[in-house]
């Protein structure tokens, strides 16, 4: 860009473009694609009818006031459809609620490993983003509070978070907001709240009702497994959503996602099932990958986060990824997220679960360890002295 060009706003250029996971291995037809965190089970039967028929009247416009939509989430979650705002995913939320509520040089702060789009949507927004240290992954609301100056106007928890996996209970939250500046907006991104099962985690809903300075974003792409149609939602006291139905587009949530985001939050039959695959899933995956010597962060959500330092810290990762690509398989890289050292994988299906472990099997006997923590071994290449598993000996006395 010279001074010449048309100068965009200060801040915009130093925003990383946020690069999504990839969904295609160059040779493979069919690739095991777990990098996004989409659902294994995909979007119900309903929501598919839904979204078909709705395609059917595509030359109208959508319903603006996603009327029907809100008072779907409003009987679901029991919470007023007043205050219920919908947006093409969260990410618009995100962007929206940043938009409206920062001026040039006020702060948002978000954890050192939270959602890229924390950061990206503040300095778009013209505000300063301030990561702040994490401990052992969680959320650190001590150094959340000791961040906090005049300045800050935004405060991004994402609870669990993406892609650590991790999260902190409620007491933990109501701490951090009674702590927080009356004028801060607490934003609880709660992407990830259906899959977890622990008894002293609450996705926010309850601090919204009683404070007027909480919001919870919510998603579709997930559990409802709806990624493709781009759906989410915000629970708002009555004036901050008064807000960001002024700023939002007239109409920024299509047909389709209207009418399949309605059908798929009523389907309660689906929803378990999804639940309880995740659930088992997890259960199988954690201890599946431990036991070959990796360290998996306990998750909450919908995948895993896997961590190579006995095979080379970054250089391992990248080991890995490249040899689990080979075999058509894809992770996420995170090193975007501070944690190069790490790949992400979503919880797949059972099939899919076990691919991964097979060929993590096979990568962790092809490598040295000892060799590769000093740096001399070439990692994911077969060993001499070392016998490889192969994927019969990996599965062999695994069930899920």
């Given amino acids: 860009m010279t001074t010449n060009d048309p100068q965009p706003k200060p801040g ?6 946020y690069v999504p996971g990839d969904s295609s291995v160059p040779g ?3 690739p095991i694609k777990l990098s996004s965190n989409e659902s294994p089970l995909g979007a119900c039967p309903a929501a598919r009818e839904a979204a078909a028929a709705a395609i059917a009247t ?3 416009y959508p319903d ?3 009327q029907a939509l809100r008072e779907a989430i409003a009987e679901a979650e029991a919470l007023p459809a007043d205050q219920i705002v919908c947006g093409a995913g969260s990410d618009e939320l995100i962007a929206l609620i940043a938009n409206a509520y920062l001026r040039e040089g006020d702060e ?3 954890t050192a490993h939270g959602f890229l789009m924390y950061n990206i949507s503040t300095r778009a927004a013209g505000g300063v983003p301030v990561p702040v240290p994490e401990r ?5 609301m001590d150094a959340i509070l000791a961040a906090v100056t005049p300045r800050t106007k935004l405060v991004f928890l994402a609870n669990p978070n993406n892609p650590t996996g991790t999260y ?7 701490r951090l907001r009674e702590g927080l500046p009356p004028h801060v907006i607490l934003v609880l991104d709660a992407a990830y709240c259906e899959y977890v099962q622990r008894d002293d985690y609450e996705n926010g809903a309850a601090l919204v009702a009683q404070t007027h300075n909480t919001i919870m974003t919510r998603t579709f792409s997930k559990l409802y497994g709806l990624a493709g149609l781009r759906l989410g939602w915000a629970y708002c006291p009555p004036t901050i959503a008064a ?3 002024r700023v939002r587009g007239p109409f920024n949530v299509t047909s389709p996602a209207l009418a399949a985001g309605t059908a798929a939050i009523r389907d309660r039959a689906f929803i378990a099932a999804a639940v309880d695959h995740n659930t088992q899933a997890l259960a199988w995956l954690e201890p599946a990958l431990t036991a070959l010597g990796l360290r998996v962060t306990p998750s909450v959500g919908n995948f895993v986060l896997i961590h190579f330092e006995g095979a080379g810290g970054a250089k391992g990762a990248n080991a890995a990824d490249a040899f689990l690509r080979a075999r058509g398989i894809i992770l996420r890289k995170v090193a975007g997220y501070g944690l190069p050292g790490a790949l992400r994988m979503t919880v797949g299906t059972d099939a899919q679960n076990r691919a991964v472990v097979d060929a993590l099997t096979a990568f962790t006997a092809s490598v040295d360890v000892d060799q590769a923590q000093h740096g001399d071994a070439t990692l994911g290449e077969p060993l001499s002295t070392r016998s490889q598993a192969t994927p019969a000996d990996a599965s062999a006395g695994r069930t899920l």
């Fill in 243 to 245: 807000v960001l139905e």
């Fill in 28 to 30: 493979t037809v069919e």
């Fill in 58 to 60: 595509m030359d109208v």
């Fill in 168 to 174: 902190v209970p409620f007491s933990a939250v109501r």
């Fill in 108 to 110: 948002a702060i978000h």
């Fill in 12 to 17: 915009v250029m130093t925003i990383a473009p």
């Fill in 64 to 66: 603006g006031a996603a």
């Fill in 136 to 140: 052992d992954l969680h959320a650190d």
